[in-house]
């Protein structure tokens, strides 16, 4: 089995519903959800938008390798309602759901990077997976997840 951190976001309809629906979704076609981290709210990254975000980050444990992960993750969006990702940029969505860390692999795949390469640079990423991982260590920098939280709160917790 191998341990893989998703980050997960929804900025469109009902989005507690829509993060509830996305990690049911993973647990019946990726794997085990071992951990979930609190939902928080933040604001749009990337791109102008009136509609604030709900994010999460949990872990599960899967049989699949990345790419196969991936394709299960895609496939759970386009279920859950999601358009194809903007050629423009980043959009308002029903939900995202990215692959964050994948036990200790560094992958530089065209279709997959492990891991992510905005993981400490997105508060709304960062402070969920260190809610539920603070020790896990960054498999490129070394450094522990709970180092990349700043004391600049961005998010709020529900």
Do not use: W
């Not at 507690?16 to 959800?33: P, Y």
């Not at 423009?88 to 036990?103: A, K, P, S």
């Not at 400490?120 to 260190?130: K, N, S, Y």
Request: net charge positive.
């Amino acid at each position: 089995m191998h341990s893989v951190y998703i980050g997960l976001g929804t900025n469109l309809g009902d989005k507690e519903t829509n993060l509830k629906n996305a990690i049911q979704q993973l647990r019946l076609q990726a794997g085990i959800v071992v951990r979930q981290s609190s939902f928080c709210i933040s604001k749009p990254c990337g791109f102008q938008s009136e509609n604030m975000f709900l994010n999460a980050v949990i872990l599960i444990e899967t049989q699949l390798s990345p790419l196969k992960l991936l394709r299960k993750t895609q496939k759970i969006e386009n279920l859950l309602g999601r358009n194809s990702p903007s050629m423009q940029g980043y959009t308002d969505r029903v939900i995202d759901i990215d692959i964050l860390l994948y036990d200790e692999l560094i992958l530089n795949h065209p279709k997959l990077k492990i891991p992510h390469p905005h993981i400490t640079e997105r508060d709304f990423v960062i402070r969920p997976l260190a809610q539920i991982a603070p020790e896990l260590l960054h498999p490129v920098t070394g450094k522990y997840i709970r180092d990349y939280v700043t004391t600049e709160q961005h998010l709020f917790i529900q």
